[in-house]
C-alpha cells in the first residue's frame, strides 16, 4: 500500500472549485461557540462541495486565526455569509425554497440512517451550540429534523464532528458513485 501523494488526488484550484457543481445543500451554524468548530465546518463544507455556510448569532466569522487553524484556507473557497439571527437566516433560506432540516435531538425527529434526500430539493441543515443545540425558535422554523443514532452514555456529540457524519450522508446519497470510486479494483 503506498500513501497518496497531494499532487497526484486531482484537486481542484480554488478557481475551478468556484464553478464546480455544489452539493444541494447549505450549512447554518447556529450561534456556534468555538472558532475552532467553525474552521472545522469550513474544511468539512470544502470536502463534501456544500453551496455556502450561514454563520448566524455569536458564530465567527472569517478572516480569524482560529477559523484558520482548523479551516486551512477553506474558509475561501466555501461561500458564507453571516446572519444576526438564525430565525432570519431560515426565513431567508425558505423563501429561497430550501428545505430546512435541524440537526437535533426532537420529536418526530427522523434518524439519520434511514433519511432519503429528496432528488431536486436543496436543503438546508442547521447546526446548533455546543451546549444547547439548535435554539427552540430555530427548530421551531425548519420544516424537520434528523438526529444521529447513538449507542453511547453521552447522547451528543461535537458539532463539527455532527456536521461530518450528516454531510457525509448526504454526500453519499446525492453522489453515491460520483467521486466516491476512484480505484478500479479496490482491497480492502
Not at 486531482?10 to 447549505?26: D, I, Q
Not at 432570519?88 to 425554497?97: K, R
Not at 453521552?154 to 450522508?169: A, D, F, T, Y
Amino acid at each position: 500500500m503506498r500513501k497518496i501523494p497531494n499532487e497526484e488526488l486531482g484537486r481542484p484550484t480554488a478557481e475551478e472549485f468556484a464553478v464546480r457543481e455544489k452539493l444541494p445543500v447549505a450549512v447554518v451554524l447556529d450561534n456556534v461557540r468555538s472558532a475552532q468548530n467553525v474552521g472545522a465546518f469550513f474544511r468539512t463544507g470544502d470536502a463534501f462541495a456544500v453551496e455556502r455556510i450561514a454563520l448566524c448569532g455569536i458564530t465567527a466569522t472569517p478572516p480569524s486565526r482560529e477559523i484558520h487553524k482548523t479551516a486551512l484556507g477553506a474558509e475561501q473557497t466555501v461561500a458564507w455569509s453571516h446572519y444576526d439571527t438564525t430565525a432570519a437566516c431560515i426565513d431567508a433560506l425558505h423563501a429561497e425554497g430550501y428545505t430546512v432540516l435541524a440537526v437535533e435531538q426532537v420529536e418526530g425527529a427522523a434518524m439519520l440512517d434511514t433519511f432519503r434526500p429528496e432528488p431536486g430539493v436543496k436543503y438546508a441543515l442547521v447546526f446548533g451550540n455546543e451546549v444547547d443545540g439548535v435554539g427552540q425558535e430555530a427548530v421551531d422554523r425548519c420544516d424537520g429534523a434528523l438526529e444521529i443514532p447513538q449507542a453511547g452514555t453521552k447522547h451528543s456529540i461535537n458539532v463539527s464532528v455532527s456536521g461530518g457524519v450528516v454531510l457525509w450522508s448526504f454526500f453519499c446519497q446525492i453522489y453515491p458513485k460520483r467521486y466516491l470510486c476512484r480505484v478500479e479494483n479496490p482491497k480492502i
